[in-house]
T-cell receptor, first 115, second 111 residues
Framework: KAGVTQTPRYLIKTRGQQVTLSCSPISGHRSVSWYQQTPGQGLQFLFE???????NKGNFPGRFSGRQFSNSRSEMNVSTLELGDSALYLCASSEGHTGFSYEQYFGPGTRLTVT | KNQVEQSPQSLIILEGKNCTLQ??????????LRWYKQDTGRGPVSLTIMTFSENTKSNGRYTATLDADTKQSSLHITASQLSDSASYICVVSARNNDMRFGAGTRLTVKP
């Protein structure tokens, strides 16, 4: 099976712009979670989608949003980018909701730099 | 307040030696605890998932333990290899789906 893929791998944006990141989960996986990783804050949970519904949300401002399509692919959008949004954005997929101890598989991440 | 603390922050060991990483948590009510290995520039890779009833779980040279009473977990690496050099992250989930991440332990294995 192909692993979790994320596009693009690298992105440079200017403050105030918006960005959309994409994640394709492992075939058959219905849950997609998004995380932000920075050197200062470590890994932080953004949100989880399961069968096109947001099941869980972390403590991030409304500028961060996401959605999941019927084929389980997911997109994450960040509007009005700030310098502090520079981070590695990771996507992870699992067969079921992570609250039920399903194995999570991470993608390689998208490195976003905001200038 | 739900928190996860890992120690040490960083560790340097010689190839072939064993080491143990610690994870203490206050997450409640507890659902599961995961250990991940993350190589520089890559996404994390799951090592183990432990639920309340599990005390020990092994994955090759990696053995995780969980003491739900004291809210402590450890990850023991046996006969370390250069490829074990990575960050090891402990993640604890509560039954209300609140997920808390440790800051990680940076392990360096030297020849």
């Amino acid at each position: 099976k192909a692993g979790v893929t994320q596009t693009p791998r690298y992105l440079i944006k200017t403050r105030g712009q918006q960005v959309t990141l994409s994640c394709s989960p492992i075939s058959g996986h219905r849950s997609v979670s998004w995380y932000q990783q920075t050197p200062g804050q470590g890994l932080q949970f953004l949100f989880e989608y399961f069968s096109e519904t947001q099941r869980n949300k972390g403590n991030f401002p409304g500028r961060f949003s996401g959605r999941q399509f019927s084929n389980s692919r997911s997109e994450m959008n960040v509007s009005t980018l700030e310098l502090g949004d520079s981070a590695l954005y990771l996507c992870a997929s699992s067969e079921g909701h992570t609250g039920f101890s399903y194995e999570q598989y991470f993608g390689p991440g998208t490195r976003l730099t905001v200038t | 307040k739900n928190q996860v603390e890992q120690s040490p922050q960083s560790l340097i060991i010689l190839e072939g030696k064993n080491c143990t990483l610690q994870c203490n948590y206050t997450v409640s009510p507890f659902s599961n605890l995961r250990w991940y290995k993350q190589d520089t520039g890559r996404g994390p890779v799951s090592l183990t998932i432990m639920t309340f009833s599990e005390n020990t779980k092994s994955n090759g040279r990696y053995t995780a333990t969980l003491d739900a009473d004291t809210k402590q977990s450890s990850l023991h690496i046996t006969a370390s290899q250069l490829s074990d050099s990575a960050s090891y992250i402990c993640v604890v989930s509560a039954r209300n789906n609140d997920m808390r991440f440790g800051a990680g332990t940076r392990l360096t294995v030297k020849p």
